[in-house]
């Protein structure tokens, strides 16, 4: 962490981040290496802020929709937490309550929720090829909007998940990682290993381990993404990794040997994923309203994941790591072997001793999101860090 | 729209609004032409104050909570927006996780929310007589508990919908109409046609057409009600727009040709609604607890409804306004014939040419909203924007 | 009522309460006499500034979570204007729609949640041995992540009701008696019966007659519990009752019979519980997942309830107390003869005839929830209030 608010404001200065405003989030790799760096100099500048209780509320109305298509509790907080940090209100759109089950378009639902909304925040993560497109209808109908008169301000997209990447959840890791090391000059030749592992429970998601290829291959590091054969990643995020990791200095490589993978890592991450294929399947079972061909795919699903019971982070992997102490990441919630299941990702004792690291690096998502939403809303962020800090408002009165 | 914040606070201070403070609003019919002309003009100044980056925030804590016993999307945000934008917070009271299940009176439930409640905003329109019948109750609840002081303060009912008219829905409408012909007085002897239109889901309430009637007659326009045979609107509704057109100069006639209402229209407004011997027979059904019996009458409504599949505003129907080119409005969402439903109540392209001022239509409501709240709240509504004028605190900190 | 908010001010510096800073509240017999004392005292101070339009907002962000495992309206709306009150905003755990369904551990969730929340409310009151314990493990895992740094701040937990006590009601009523009765000295002596009432409905949790005779004991008053055979309440709460009443020159009795209680009673407290062993056992079906079990036991219980009609609060037995004039309290709602069931727990015309002191009772649970978080998060309440006195911003603009 820097030592004063004006380190964070001179860190933003120097970097080009011009194309954010009244821009979205939706992947990563969208955004140059300036803007990321400067949604993490602003995660850190508002989270410095909030430690030394001054008050980062920018917005004195305004709401922050929220669209949940798939369970969540910590994005779900998150993003509640980083409207509330900023002034926003969040206003969730429960598809249960609202009209539309009866036809109503994307585009016109979008607009007609957004008239105070300056941010939507969206995560559609269950279906190959349905939830990046949704986000992407959303953010255009509401351009469209804006551009027409009709909606007085742009919301701004922050993708919460979708089916390609999970950039909040990921650029959260990441900051950790580089708290960790202590600057990402640092990270340069580093063994980041990410890894899939056996979990007893339904098919999650490709867009963690999508997004870690997809972002950590930027940052000079030696990126080896493992798994069972099988459980292939989209190609078109491989592209991605690996031009990031040449630009980057690092490499990017893959390998079907989790010890191959853990031995002599600095980072890993080893998290469970359903088979791409498979995922493919559901969304075509899904479109076609089988519920019962659903319900066998899950099954079909978990005896495969049984074949690999041994892709189980456990001490001894973790005692080929460099020097044993390789940093243990988790998006959260993890299965943990003898805890949460019977036979899992990780070992309880492997998990126990990273509790505090793995809590710390959640803490850093509504931060993230705030910074996201940030960059969007305002065309000189550092300007009005400055005037938040003029103001001095406490944030709890004092 | 004027041209500066003092016109509106000029224009509200011409008008006579007394009653309005510590009042409710459950039909527009109760209210006097000023009333309604503060509410617009009031509404009209919110907006402006909005998108000259002015807050609005009138209130620094409070509640304005939220009920609905029918789906809704656009009305639950525009009545969240509306609240938020003066600062209030919305609460909403689920039936489903409150104990109104284990016989809670109303007027105990009313008191037991409204301790620091500012505003109630309801809808009730499924079922004849006792939608409009429960917000009463509810009003009547909390001004008893305020009278009795047991309410610091007595909370304003804001009508969501009821059974009986939609009157912030139909107020946005007409403020929208106003704002596309130039002013009220522009508005003299155009003709509106409220028509039926054919639409294949369930019986809609009555409240859209009926509010239509009840309001859009105040202002000198020829006013036509047209729908096929079996489909009438309450009587005591028809009486209250055959009086209101008689003292505004226009008039307020009924027919059962579609063509004959288009003819030479200003402004068309089709829209699909149950037969009203229907709706009253659900409300007996549902009181019986008759899931069977509700179930057979839609089936009964939906194969009635088929009988007028004529009845859709299509291209060659739109050619037969005025110019061919008369203002299209619809609450939304609409049946659109080929999009959302086969047949519907518009053709996909007379919908699409109308998008724009469609979501027009749609953004004025949670201005409406906002300006009821506020007229009930405040006995010098014009002071406090000069106030907050003054105050000149930005919405967005820049 | 006192005077001025400085009669409030001295109040509070007069007594030590050092203890409550960045605690929690569980049980009000865990809080000293002062704790208490506080507690009241800042809860009239909040509603006076209320009253008299002085803002009390503490907080510019900040989060609130409501976890509520049972059915509520009146505390989650209680809970939701404490937090309004106060700046923060509410964020509901909806364990449908969270990940706490997949394994992950309490320690985990309250940290995830808590990031950026202030106070985290829990009502869990539903199963013995559990609600209360599931409170401290929340409370006791955010206090390590404080601790570790990963909370910047130590959600203050507050009890919405537990298997054992609920503090925010019996808090309520007991402010409700105090105004009533012109103050705590007036109290000595005073009679006050917590009766056991017939319900018709099922198993009522213990926590309000075990906070009644947990807190009412301690302020000199001849405290009598009385319920059929068979509906004993926890002996440890008994116990506590006890020495409360030895040390506050009071009594704590006993009886199986409702008349004896009434007698002479200068307040009467009949609500409706479940048999201590009744709920125990119902705790064991719901670990086993015998659904089967748990309704057929509920059967039991509304039969074992049905031999005990004669216990309701009748006018007759109202006509048994001090003067016919004891003041009637209830939580709220009451299962009233002839309103919301045939036979219930009292008469209408009873209830009738107190129900304005009955909403008043009510309306101080946002006060004391308020109080309750205000004294956790500031170690200097009193000055607290002379800063939002000194700064003087309306509650609503004028």
Chains 1, 2, 3 share one sequence.
């Not at 909030?50 to 929220?66: A, P, Y």
Request: aromatic share 10%.
């Amino acid at each position: 962490m820097m030592k004063t608010l004006q380190d964070y404001i001179d860190k933003l200065n120097s970097l080009n981040f011009k194309e954010m405003y009244n821009g979205d989030f939706f992947l990563t790799w969208e955004k140059t290496d300036d803007e990321l760096e400067a949604v993490f100099t602003l995660a850190d500048a508002l989270r410095f802020m909030r430690e030394h209780n001054i008050s980062t509320k920018v917005f004195e109305s305004g709401l922050g929709i929220s669209l949940f298509r798939d369970n969540s509790t910590r994005t779900r907080f998150s993003f509640a937490s980083a409207c509330n940090l900023l002034g926003l209100e969040v206003q969730d759109l429960d598809e249960g309550k609202s009209q539309i089950a009866h036809g109503e378009t994307v585009r016109e639902t979008a607009n007609m929720i957004s008239f105070m909304a300056d941010v939507i925040g969206i995560r559609d993560d269950m279906y190959i090829g349905k939830g990046n497109a949704y986000m992407h209808d959303v953010a255009d109908a509401v351009t469209e909007g804006n551009k027409a008169g009709i909606l007085a301000q742009k919301p701004t997209l922050v993708n919460l998940q979708c089916d390609i990447d999970h950039p909040t959840q990921v650029m959260a890791d990441m900051l950790h990682i580089i708290h960790e090391f202590g600057g990402v000059e640092n990270l340069k030749g580093k063994k980041l290993a990410m890894t899939w592992a056996y979990s007893p429970s339904y098919g999650k998601p490709l867009s963690v381990p999508q997004g870690v290829i997809g972002l950590m291959t930027r940052f000079g590091m030696d990126v080896v993404l493992a798994h069972p054969e099988g459980y292939e990643v989209f190609p078109e995020v491989e592209a991605v990794a690996a031009e990031n990791a040449s630009k980057s200095g690092g490499s990017y490589t893959k390998t079907n040997d989790m010890k191959e993978a853990f031995q002599d890592a600095d980072i890993v991450y080893p998290k469970s994923w359903a088979p791409f294929a498979a995922m493919e399947k559901r969304t075509d079972l899904y479109a076609k309203g089988d519920q019962a061909g659903i319900d066998a795919l899950e099954k079909e699903l978990l005896s495969q994941n049984a074949q690999h019971k041994d892709w189980a982070c456990t001490e001894e992997l973790m005692k080929t790591t460099k020097d044993g102490k390789a940093l243990y990441l988790h998006c959260l919630p993890a299965d943990i072997t003898g805890v949460s299941c019977e036979e899992g990702e990780v070992d309880a004792s492997v998990f126990d001793r990273y509790r505090e690291p793995l809590y710390k690096e959640a803490s850093f998502k509504p931060y993230i999101i705030a910074a996201m939403i940030f960059l969007a809303k305002f065309a000189d962020p550092a300007d009005i860090l400055k005037k938040l800090d003029e103001k001095g408002t406490p944030r709890i009165l004092k």
